[in-house]
C-alpha cells in the first residue's frame, strides 16, 4: 500500500516536499516513480528512482527543479519540488515497480509499476 502525502497549495517560484510511506510488501526491493495527472490530461512522468537510490530518472519539464530521493529504513520515497510553476499543476501520484531496476525508457511508462497511491493534489498559483 502507498500513502502519499504532502500536497497544498503554493505561490509559483515557491517549494514542495511530497512524500510517499509504503506498507507491506518489501519497499527496498522496489523501484518508484511519481507521476502527475492536470484535469483533462493523460498520467504523465515526474521522476523515478531505483531500488537502491543509485539512479534517478526525471522528466525534462521537472529536471533540475525536482528531486526524488528514498530511505529504504523508513519505507519512504521523497520528491522535493522547486521552483514551482503553475504548470505544476496536477495530482500527483506514487508508484512501486517491483522489478526495481529501471531505464529512462521503462521509468517514464505507467505499465511499468504493479502499486500505485491514491494521489495528492498540488496546486501553483500564478
Known amino acids: 500500500q502507498l500513502q502519499a502525502s504532502g500536497g497544498g497549495l503554493v505561490q509559483a517560484g515557491n517549494s514542495l516536499t511530497l512524500s510517499c510511506a509504503a506498507s507491506?510488501?518489501?519497499?527496498?526491493?522496489?523501484?518508484m516513480g511519481w507521476f502527475r495527472q492536470a484535469p483533462g490530461k493523460e498520467r504523465e512522468f515526474v521522476a523515478a528512482i531505483n531500488w537502491s537510490g543509485g539512479s534517478t530518472y526525471y522528466a525534462d519539464s521537472v529536471r533540475g527543479r525536482f528531486a526524488i530521493s528514498r530511505d529504504n529504513a523508513r519505507n519512504t520515497v521523497t520528491l522535493q519540488m522547486g521552483s514551482l510553476k503553475p504548470e505544476d499543476t496536477a495530482v500527483y501520484y506514487c508508484?512501486?515497480?517491483?522489478?526495481?531496476?529501471?531505464?529512462?525508457?521503462?521509468?517514464?511508462?505507467?505499465?511499468?509499476?504493479?502499486?500505485w497511491g491514491q494521489g495528492t493534489q498540488v496546486t501553483v498559483s500564478s
Open positions: 508508484a512501486a515497480d517491483r522489478y526495481g531496476v529501471l531505464t529512462q525508457r521503462s521509468a517514464s511508462t505507467t505499465g511499468e509499476y504493479d502499486y
Open positions: 507491506g510488501g518489501t519497499f527496498s526491493s522496489y523501484a
